[in-house]
């Protein structure tokens, strides 16, 4: 059973190094060179990077602070806000990327890094997930510094966020996989082949004409290479993600 | 919040128009092809002039994808902003010239020492109107057939000849259908089904039917006919039958795989155009493959012909910058650009003598095919027809129907027919 | 100072702010359409100019004799918005004695070939009678504005004034005077804020007008001057660039506002002689202006918000007013991109749903609800939605499938932890490279999965398929089927992750549960029924809800792995959404599509949770 489930990997890996058709005899490494030749992965690797990076930062920023906000200040509204922004997890992704597509050109961010980072750079769900994890931890130390006459921001910088490296990590790792992943927008948002992000690229390459199986692969591989790579390093806050979630 | 949002409209509000002044520089909007240095051709070409120009800024905005070009120069069209000179493909040619956008070059050409006649007469109609000139063409190309030689000579069968029939093109596929390894699989084919519309449009025509008629303000008529009945299902029984091709139902996925069953040498017969040439001079320079160019084959009785798709440069009309603006255009047009960009092979120059020089100098004899098949074509519906997107859609999704599907042709060309009928009357 | 004097400046700040802020904001406004009637009045000077003038016998530009006199009686023409100053190259025309043109101002001119404000006045290029050429320029500056607001808005601003004062005044003071106060208040920001929009939009309406009638008056001289134009209204044109030129009937002598299929257009007359007439028809400027409530409305409200939170302020205690400020400042960046972001994108998308609106479109006639109508009369949209649910059945069969899945491999032995690592691996990769590996291994010929199927079915049999025609399953070609192979795939990306989540699920449960139900001598399966499902029912609600509501907007899969193909056997809503909008380009239609995908999925959710959260409770 675990292996149907990585067979599709292990064939895309195999296409890409074996070619089409042929049998174990030969390995083509030039499949891999000629594949990644074909269209300016590197060109689309940076873009995907510069894209999941910032938007990965970005969200690790607004979530936090809007997190610490809900889980321990109090103000006036509080819960109606959250539940505002919750709100904002029930819309379509597509029914705001007309009107998103609209407000990046009427800014002149059409087909630029501005107009495709910035729509993405707040995540409902990722200010819940940091708020299930204040809740969580213990509020003393936060409360001594406040008796010590410490404002909100010092016990902010000073006290919550020593200690939340472990989540804002998780945070990081989990918006970075999403993002690098990330297809309709960026699909949207650009349109020159210089701005184009690694998915879709290799989306548009399997349009593109002599392309074969092999080499169609071989950019598959890539892809799918970070993000295995970062799942392996930073397996834990994976599933540290799934657990806050739950 | 409130007032952010406020903003926020407001900015998209005054971002539509722009009161004082704008851009100060040349705009050209063009579709780059992927692959084969285009990019860099066109830098070679837009340098020259820049060097006469000097001071002159040229901003532009290139896109390889043909769908994303069309939306990006439409859009820029109906805006504030339009580009000063901009790629113009034949199937935009309604929405643009007919609603006046595109500036007639006429009174210019003969200022700039441009003469219309060393464009081929036939592209330069695609983008006349009455007396005007809207368009330079640039490159185009026929749809023709591509034969592996190598099978040919292997079956001892002569090489295909620009008047041969349906007859004589089904007869060779069958016999090139066949399992050569003899392990009880079919792995060399005759022929392929091609579902993209561009490429079996001119397969109806050379089958005497015809998708529109009435100057394109009708189907029914046309469409329904029992020549274009016949042919469709001539057509769609290239993908039904075993012996003559590969199943390849997917018409988006067919291009890449004809493509590459072709480049094997596994496929004796390919409809392409042009395009497929800077591809297959490679594989052939490698001396993995013999090709052979020739006209599409025709029903018996009915005169061969073809589907031209030509693109070329305009001018909006209401640019100021008209000389600049005209001179890039017909400097990107010129002799010397059609031979630099017919030497790259993706596409035949509109000029005719620089599309017979490179004929000339084509020790293939390729672009001679070529040359010999345009002559018997002629523009695509799209040219002339508005809502052309929209007919070519029902008209992909007619004969997936009749491939995927099986529903009678008769009765599915009669039903499209009908509703393009509505759609074309709507149109107008 | 103490509290209170403190929060009645911050409160008299606010309405400082209030004031100028809009009176700021309106005359930017209306210096900009100044500006940008000064722009059109001097390109329309020029394309008269180029009509009227001859060029000179010895070529090179105009006759500067004739080029001088038309000059001077265009500038000389009375009811004109703009002064008028024409060179011939560098040479001033109209004021002899006036600062010729910098020969590096000519230079750019010459080389940009667009209009530029040069700091006082607006510089169109003059070109030559063919357009070819730059062979001077035309320098357009704007009159000095009147007023810079109107008696009423003057009015208004009083009231507002006098109001906020007051208010500043019954600070502190808390009940029903405060709050009369507050209320008078806002009352005179809306009244302040609404009649600095009617001065914006009536600024934009008089721009309009003065172009149109400055572009009319033109036209009308030049064909006095060369009366073959009369014969010819479109060589007329270049007078009123950005103006439609229709044929029409006499209209009277105003500019006047009328409905043009669908379009809000000024329009004015201009006649051509006894019975025959053109109309000039461009968008007026007040037509965009409806933004401009917002801001201006916004930027008044500034005042009465300052005195509310000054007076709440002064009532809080200082902890909860600390908090509440260091709240907001933590909450601005995310409060501030989700206003920007997706509420106002929201409201756009409400907005486009009730236009016919396609960017290549000049024309985006209000339509109403027709839009919806028509999309909920199309059986085309029906089927997509219809599809659409029948694809999310995958979610229950992958959320049942991770169930079996998490308790089977629930251990803590090495083989159970990497059978759980590596099921993950699908919902960490790249969605396209899935999509792509998959489409390959579908394919009927040489593909992996007929393969493995011949081999599963085993010779004998196989061979029957196959002469049943069945052997080679046509994965993503076969209309019948292609659906249930997106699902398929769809299953096996979301498994994995499906499982993790009831694995942490799982986890959570406590063993003593578990164990004392052991001690009760339920076997594993009333273990399984009475214990662990009933805990983690609020788990399966959170896999199947969110697996649903994301199943329903499918996107990459479908449009890498079939394209919606074929024959739309895999055309789900959000790919049809997609196309509507990015290949057809009716973004209004999409937004239609789009808000009814909306209501659909949050009808489902709630249903959905109503469903399971009274069985939780009934559990």
Not at chain 2, 144 to 163: C, E, F, G, Q, W
Not at chain 2, 411 to 419: F, H, I, L, V
Request: charged letters at 20%.
């Amino acid at each position: 059973m675990a292996l149907l489930m990585v067979a599709p990997f292990l064939y895309m890996v195999a296409t890409a190094l074996l070619g089409e058709g042929d049998t174990l005899r030969r390995v083509h490494p030039e499949n891999f060179a000629a594949a990644l030749a074909a269209a300016p992965f590197g060109r689309f690797f940076l873009n995907s990077a510069i894209f999941s990076v910032a938007v990965a930062l970005g969200q690790v920023l607004t979530s936090t602070t809007a997190a610490y906000a809900f889980a321990r200040l109090r103000f006036p509204g509080r819960d109606r806000v959250f539940t505002l922004y919750l709100s904002a997890l029930m819309l379509p992704v597509v029914l705001l990327l007309v009107p998103r597509f609209l407000l990046i050109s009427a800014l002149g961010w059409a087909d630029t890094y501005q107009g495709l980072i910035s729509t993405e750079l707040v995540s409902v769900s990722g200010i819940f997930l940091l708020r299930q994890f204040f809740l969580a931890i213990p509020r003393d130390l936060e409360d001594a510094a406040r008796l010590e006459g410490a404002g909100e921001w010092t016990v902010f910088r000073r006290v919550v966020l020593p200690q939340s490296g472990p989540a804002l990590a998780t945070l990081g790792v989990l918006a970075l996989a999403d993002q690098w992943k990330s297809f309709f927008w960026p699909l949207v948002a650009t349109s020159s082949a210089d701005m184009q992000v690694l998915e879709v690229g290799i989306a548009r390459l399997h349009g593109a004409y002599d392309l074969n199986w092999p080499y169609q692969m071989a950019a598959a591989t890539a892809a799918v290479v970070p993000m295995m790579v970062l799942y392996w390093v930073a397996h834990k806050y994976f599933m540290r993600g799934i657990q806050l979630r739950v | 919040m409130r007032r952010v949002v406020a903003l926020c409209l407001a900015c998209w509000a005054c971002g539509g128009s722009r009161e004082d002044g704008g851009r100060g520089a040349l705009a050209l909007a063009d579709r780059i092809d992927s692959g084969a240095g285009a990019a860099e051709l066109q830098e070679r070409l837009v340098t020259p002039y820049l060097a006469r120009h000097p001071g002159l800024e040229l901003v532009r905005q290139s896109i390889a994808a043909r769908d994303e070009y069309h939306r990006v120069l439409l859009t820029s069209l109906a805006g504030d902003d339009p580009p000063d000179v901009f790629l113009l493909d034949a199937e935009d040619v309604p929405r643009v010239v007919d609603r006046g956008v595109a500036l007639d070059l006429v009174p210019y050409l003969a200022r700039i020492g441009v003469d219309p006649a060393r464009y081929d007469p036939a592209l330069l109609a695609v983008f006349r109107r009455g007396a005007g000139i809207y368009g330079l063409p640039r490159g185009y190309t026929p749809v023709v057939i591509a034969y592996n030689k190598d099978l040919l000579d292997r079956a001892a069968v002569p090489y295909p000849t620009d008047d041969w029939t349906w007859d004589d093109f089904l007869r060779v596929a069958k016999r090139l259908t066949r399992d050569t390894d003899g392990d009880g699989s079919i792995d060399q084919w005759g022929s392929a089904f091609d579902g993209r519309l561009a490429l079996w449009l001119p397969w109806i025509w050379s089958g005497g039917g015809d998708v529109l008629c009435a100057d394109g303000r009708r189907a029914s008529g046309c469409l329904d006919s029992r020549a274009t009945v016949e042919a469709l299902r001539w057509y769609a029984g290239l993908a039904t039958s075993e012996e003559l091709g590969p199943r390849i139902r997917d018409a988006r996925d067919a291009p890449g795989a004809i493509a590459r069953l072709f480049a094997s040498g596994r496929l004796a017969f390919m409809t392409t155009g042009h395009w497929a040439i800077p591809g297959l001079r490679a594989i052939v320079a490698a001396g993995r493959l013999h090709v052979g160019f020739v006209a599409i084959p025709h029903r018996e009785g009915v005169p061969s012909a073809t589907v031209l798709y030509v693109s070329g440069y305009a001018v909006p009309a209401m640019t100021l910058r008209r000389k600049a603006a005209v001179e890039l255009a017909a400097e990107l047009t010129d002799s010397a650009a059609a031979a630099a960009r017919g030497e790259t092979g993706l596409e035949l120059p509109a000029v005719a003598a620089a599309a017979r020089a490179v004929a000339t100098a084509d020790a293939l004899g390729w672009d001679a095919a070529f040359l010999r098949a345009a002559a018997r074509g002629r523009p695509s519906w799209s040219a002339r027809v508005g809502p052309w997107r929209d007919v070519a859609e029902r008209l992909a999704d007619l004969m997936d129907r009749v491939v995927s599907t099986h529903e009678d042709p008769v009765r599915a060309a009669g039903a499209t027919a009908r509703e393009l009928d509505r759609l074309l009357g709507a149109t107008r | 100072m103490t509290a209170r004097a403190r929060g009645r400046w911050a409160a008299l700040v606010a309405l400082a702010a209030a004031t100028l802020l809009p009176l700021t904001a309106a005359r930017r406004v209306r210096a900009r359409w100044d500006r940008g009637l000064a722009a059109r009045d001097a390109s329309a000077a020029a394309g008269y100019l180029a009509i009227v003038t001859p060029m000179a016998r010895s070529g090179g530009g105009y006759d500067l004799p004739q080029l001088l006199i038309r000059a001077r009686a265009l500038a000389g023409l009375p009811g004109l918005a703009v002064d008028f100053e024409i060179y011939d190259r560098t040479a001033p025309l109209v004021h002899a004695t006036a600062p010729p043109l910098l020969p590096a101002v000519l230079e750019q001119l010459r080389r940009e070939v667009a209009v530029r404000w040069t700091g006082e006045a607006m510089l169109a290029p003059l070109l030559d009678r063919d357009g070819w050429d730059v062979v001077g320029a035309v320098a357009a500056q704007p009159q000095g504005a009147g007023w810079p607001v109107s008696p009423w808005s003057f009015a208004a601003l009083l009231l507002f004034v006098a109001a906020g004062v007051q208010a500043v005044r019954a600070m502190g003071v808390t009940g029903e005077p405060w709050r009369q106060a507050l209320g008078r208040y806002g009352a005179a920001a809306g009244l302040f804020g609404v009649a600095m929009f009617a001065d914006v939009r009536l600024a934009g309406r008089g721009a309009t007008d003065q172009w149109l009638s400055d572009a009319r008056l033109l036209m009308q001289e030049a064909m006095a001057r060369v009366p073959e134009t009369r014969a010819a209204p479109a060589s007329l044109a270049p007078i009123a660039r950005g103006a439609e030129l229709a044929p029409a009937d006499s209209l009277g002598s105003g500019v006047v506002r009328r409905d043009v299929a669908g379009l809000v257009r000024a329009v004015v007359a201009v006649r051509l002689g006894p019975g025959r007439w053109v109309e000039l028809r461009a968008r007026p400027l007040e037509a965009g202006t409806a933004p401009w409530l917002a801001v201006v409305l916004g930027l008044a409200a500034l005042g009465p918000l300052g005195a509310l939170l000054a007076g709440w302020s002064l009532a809080a205690s200082p902890r909860q007013r600390r908090e509440t400020v260091a709240a907001w400042g933590f909450l601005a960046p995310s409060a501030l991109h989700l206003v920007a972001f997706t509420v106002g994108p929201l409201l756009f998308a409400l907005y486009l749903s009730v236009h016919r609106f396609s960017p290549v479109e000049p024309a985006r006639p209000l339509i109403g609800l027709a839009g919806y109508a028509q999309a909920l009369g199309n059986p085309l949209v029906w089927a997509a939605l219809g599809r659409t649910l029948l694809y999310a059945c995958y979610v229950p069969v992958s959320v049942a499938l991770a169930l079996a899945l998490a308790l089977l491999l629930r251990g803590r032995s090495r083989g159970a932890r990497l059978a759980r690592t590596l099921f993950f691996l699908p919902a960490v990769s790249s969605v396209v490279a899935v999509a792509l590996v998959w489409r390959w291994m579908y394919q009927p010929d040489v593909g992996l999965v007929n393969h493995l199927l011949g081999h599963l079915l085993g010779h004998p049999f196989g061979q029957l398929l196959t002469r049943a025609g069945l052997g080679r399953v046509d994965w993503v070609g076969d209309p019948a089927i292609a659906l249930i192979a997106v699902m398929i795939v769809s299953v096996w990306t979301q498994l994995g992750y499906q499982m993790a989540v009831f694995h942490a699920g799982l986890e959570s449960i406590p063993r003593a549960y578990v164990d004392a139900a052991r001690v009760d001598g339920a076997n594993a399966w009333q273990r399984f029924r009475r214990v662990t499902l009933p805990l983690l029912r609020p788990v399966i609600l959170f896999v199947l809800v969110t697996g649903i509501l994301g199943a329903c907007q499918v996107f990459a899969l479908v449009a890498v792995l079939t394209g919606g193909g074929p024959v739309s056997a895999t055309d789900v809503a959000v790919y049809r959404i997609y196309r509507t909008a990015w290949e057809q380009l009716q973004f209004g239609d999409a937004s239609v599509l789009s808000v009814l995908l909306f209501v659909l999925l949050l009808a489902a959710t709630r249903a959905q949770l109503k469903l399971l959260d009274r069985r939780v409770e009934h559990a």
